[in-house]
């Protein structure tokens, strides 16, 4: 079981930056893939990016080139730089974790933290 918190949030306007940060409750590096996921009204909820155990990246095609994924070992903490914001980017944004259970993958969730990006 791992527990995760979510925390950075909150309202910028179009253009602005946001960091968001996950707290994780045991080492990061006894975890697999981590990521952010979000979900706006009405929408489904989406990967946002991910990084493996291995430190490999990976990123949706909307926001290539404006957010950044990273993790510190050390803080058992996982980051996303989220540059040049956009309205669309409204949405909440979840942590995730997955850990390995009974020869299977559990995903872990965070409670979510809110994001707001006036036009």
């Known amino acids: 079981q791992v527990q995760l918190v979510e925390s950075g949030g909150g309202l910028v306007q179009a253009g602005g930056s946001l960091r968001l940060s996950c707290a994780a409750s045991r080492s990061i590096f006894s975890l697999n893939n981590m990521g952010w996921y979000r979900q706006a009204p009405g929408n489904q909820r989406e990967r946002v990016a991910s990084?493996?155990?291995?430190?490999?990246?990976n990123y949706a095609d909307s926001v290539k080139g404006r957010f950044t994924i990273s993790r510190d070992g050390a803080k058992n903490a996982m980051y996303m730089q989220m540059n040049s914001l956009e309205p669309e980017d409204t949405a909440v944004y979840y942590c995730t974790a997955e850990t390995n259970s009974g020869g299977g993958t559990v995903v872990h969730w965070g409670q979510g933290t809110q994001v707001t990006v006036s036009s």
């Open positions: 990084i493996s155990r291995l430190g490999s990246r």
